[in-house]
C-alpha cells in the first residue's frame, strides 16, 4: 500500500477519479454479481427512467483511516437500510444489507491508497446509487436497474478548525408535505439548487427550510440536518415526516444522552423561536458539525453562540462524533465496520 501524495490538508469536497468503482445489474427480477471495474463511465439507454422521471435514488458515506492505519466505516447498514426505504418510494429494487455493506468493503479496499494518512482530516466519501435504467418511454419503473458505488477523497470540511457560518430561511420548500422529503432522491436536490443559488448569491452559505404546511418551523439546513443547544442544555432538532433522517443526526441524538448527558429531544423548532438556543449547528456525512454563525429570517438576522467562534457544546459533539469515526474513542456498539 502507498497511499497517495494528494494535498490532504486543502482537499475540498470535490470529485476525484479513483482506480476502481462497484457495479451491479438488475435483470430478469435479480441482481448480477457485482464487480469493480476501471471505467468511470456508464453506456446506459437514451430513454432510462433515471434520466427522465427522475427513477434513482443515492447514499453517502465515509471511509476513515485510524491510527494504527486500519479503515473503519461508520454504521454502514444505517446507509444501507436508508438507501432500501428510498428504493420502495420509487418502486426500485432494494439492496440487501450485506451486498451493500460488502460493496462497500471492496470499493475502499481496491482504493486504499486514495484514502488519507491518520491525522489529515480527510476521507474516502463513498457515493452509493441506484438508477433505473433501459429502453422505457411511458412513466412506469423501469425493469433493469444499476447499483453502483464510486468513491472521492475528500477534505476536512472546515479548513483550519470548525468555523461557523450562516443561512438564510428560504421561501421555497425541498419537499411536499407528504412528498418524497424523507427519501434520498435526486428530485429533490435538483429543486433545492435555485433557492441555494439564492442565497449564495446573497452570502450566505445555503438556506434553511421551513416545514412546506405552515412555513413556521425549521426543517433543513441544505442538504444537512438541524441541531439546537438550548439555553438549559437540552440537544434539540426538528421531527417532521418530510426531513431526511441523517444518520449523523441520529447518532448525536445518542452521544448528546449517552455521552455527554444532555436531554436529547427530537419536536418542534419555531423559527420565530430561536432565542431559546445558545448555539445551533448543521450535520451530516458531509458537513459532520457545522456550526451555524446566524440565521437570516426576513429582515431579522439572529446570531447564536457567535459568528465567529465555536460553542463548547458543539465543539464536544463534534469530538466525540470525530473521535469515534476514526477510531480514537471507544464507539457504541455496533457503530465501526472494519474494512479488512
Ligand atoms: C444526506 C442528507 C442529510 C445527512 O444525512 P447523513 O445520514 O447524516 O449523512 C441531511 N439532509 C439531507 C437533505 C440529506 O440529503
Known sequence: MTI?????????????????????????????????????????????????????????????????????????????ERLQKSCQRLLMPEVPTEMFIDACKQLV??????????????????????????DNLGLSPATEYIFSIFCSPVGAYFKGGMKPTNFIVSEYDRAAPHGTGAAKVGGNYAASLYPGKLAKQRNFSDCIYLDPTTHTKIEEVGAANFFGITKDNKFVTPLSPSILPSITKYSLLYLAKKRLGLEAIEGDIYINELDQFKEAGACGTAAVITPIGGIQYGDNFHVFYSETEVGEITQKLYNELTGIQFGDIEAPEGWIVKVE
Open 109 to 134: 479496499k481496491a482504493n486504499q491508497d486514495w484514502l488519507a494518512p491518520y491525522g489529515t482530516g480527510a476521507t474516502l466519501y463513498l457515493r452509493p446509487f441506484v438508477i433505473g435504467v433501459g
Open 4 to 80: 497517495k501524495n494528494l494535498d490532504w490538508q486543502n482537499l475540498g469536497f470535490g470529485y476525484i477519479k479513483t482506480d476502481y468503482r462497484y457495479i451491479a445489474y438488475w435483470k430478469d427480477g435479480k441482481w448480477s454479481k457485482g464487480e469493480l471495474t476501471q471505467d468511470n463511465v456508464l453506456h446506459i439507454s437514451e430513454a432510462s427512467s433515471s434520466l427522465h422521471y427522475g427513477q434513482q435514488c443515492f447514499e453517502g458515506l465515509k471511509a476513515y483511516r485510524c491510527k494504527d492505519g486500519s479503515i473503519n466505516l461508520f454504521r454502514p447498514e444505517q446507509n444501507a
